[in-house]
């Protein structure tokens, strides 16, 4: 059975200080996918980043960076240089490459809390 | 391009009585998923639509969820009767084509307060 864990339920920075979110998943799939989603106060669940489980290149996006690592299955999201507007909900998901479209499995979420 | 849209945002309804929610995907995708989280739990999958067919319920509850997409557009999820425990953020989300890789993308939730 698939399972996403985020062991952090909730984390509180300072601005500007480096902040990183921790995921590690279980499947017995050779082939997968992993998510980030952000979820502001607004509600919506925003896609960040979707990784292959043949790509294991590090990727960075402005601010955010993600380290994917297969030997101990986990897939970490560091913000740089926090910012308040970063305070959310992080979501790591998982998903089986498998038949039409897909269904993603939801770690609990990492709330983070950056202070000014 | 408009994003996935939900409605309502908030409903707050009594015990024993029916709630019907909407989602209007992404236009042109072809798959929709409902997700819901519930108070202090994760997110989870409720089902899953290929145009009008359902490809996965394996996630709906109990038979006091239906969920409908005809003509392959919008989709609908009725919950009757609802009860306490239905209370929480109801998700619809969607994706292109058929690649299981493709990114899936949400709206903003449909509240749910069941009193």
Same mark, same amino acid.
């Given at each position: 059975?698939?399972?996403?864990?985020?062991? +952090?339920? !909730? /984390? #509180?920075?300072?601005?500007?200080?480096?902040?990183?979110?921790?995921?590690?998943?279980?499947?017995?799939?050779? &082939?997968?996918?992993?998510?980030?989603?952000?979820?502001?106060?607004?509600?919506?669940?925003?896609?960040?980043?979707?990784?292959?489980?043949?790509?294991? +290149?590090? !990727? /960075? #996006?402005?601010?955010?960076?993600?380290?994917?690592?297969?030997?101990?299955?986990?897939?970490?999201?560091?913000? &740089?240089?926090?910012?308040?507007?970063?305070?959310?909900?992080?979501?790591?998901?998982?998903?089986?490459?498998?038949?039409?479209?897909?269904?993603?499995?939801?770690?609990?979420?990492?709330?983070?809390?950056?202070?000014? | 391009?408009?994003?996935?849209?939900?409605?309502?945002?908030?409903?707050?309804?009594?015990?024993?009585?029916?709630?019907?929610?909407?989602?209007?995907?992404?236009?042109?995708?072809?798959?929709?998923?409902?997700?819901?989280?519930?108070?202090?739990?994760?997110?989870?999958?409720?089902?899953?639509?290929?145009?009008?067919?359902?490809?996965?319920?394996?996630?709906?509850?109990?038979?006091?969820?239906?969920?409908?997409?005809?003509?392959?557009?919008?989709?609908?999820?009725?919950?009757?009767?609802?009860?306490?425990?239905?209370?929480?953020?109801?998700?619809?989300?969607?994706?292109?084509?058929?690649?299981?890789?493709?990114?899936?993308?949400?709206?903003?939730?449909?509240?749910?307060?069941?009193?």
């Amino acid at each position: 059975a698939q399972k996403v864990t985020q062991a +952090q339920t !909730e /984390i #509180s920075v300072v601005e500007k200080e480096d902040v990183t979110l921790d995921c590690v998943y279980e499947t017995r799939d050779t &082939t997968y996918y992993l998510f980030w989603y952000k979820q502001p106060p607004s509600g919506e669940l925003v896609f960040l980043i979707r990784r292959n489980s043949f790509d294991e +290149q590090n !990727e /960075i #996006s402005g601010r955010y960076s993600w380290n994917f690592q297969k030997s101990t299955s986990s897939f970490n999201f560091t913000i &740089t240089a926090s910012q308040v507007v970063d305070s959310a909900v992080y979501f790591c998901a998982l998903s089986e490459a498998w038949g039409y479209g897909n269904k993603l499995v939801f770690g609990a979420g990492t709330i983070l809390r950056v202070k000014s | 391009e408009a994003g996935v849209t939900q409605f309502p945002s908030h409903s707050v309804i009594e015990k024993g009585q029916t709630v019907t929610l909407r989602c209007d995907p992404i236009s042109g995708h072809d798959n929709l998923y409902w997700y819901r989280r519930v108070m202090g739990k994760e997110i989870k999958f409720l089902l899953h639509f290929v145009k009008e067919s359902k490809q996965d319920e394996s996630g709906m509850p109990n038979n006091r969820f239906l969920a409908e997409r005809t003509g392959g557009t919008y989709s609908t999820l009725k919950v009757q009767p609802a009860e306490l425990e239905d209370s929480g953020v109801y998700f619809c989300a969607s994706s292109p084509g058929q690649y299981s890789g493709n990114t899936i993308y949400f709206g903003e939730g449909s509240w749910l307060t069941v009193v």
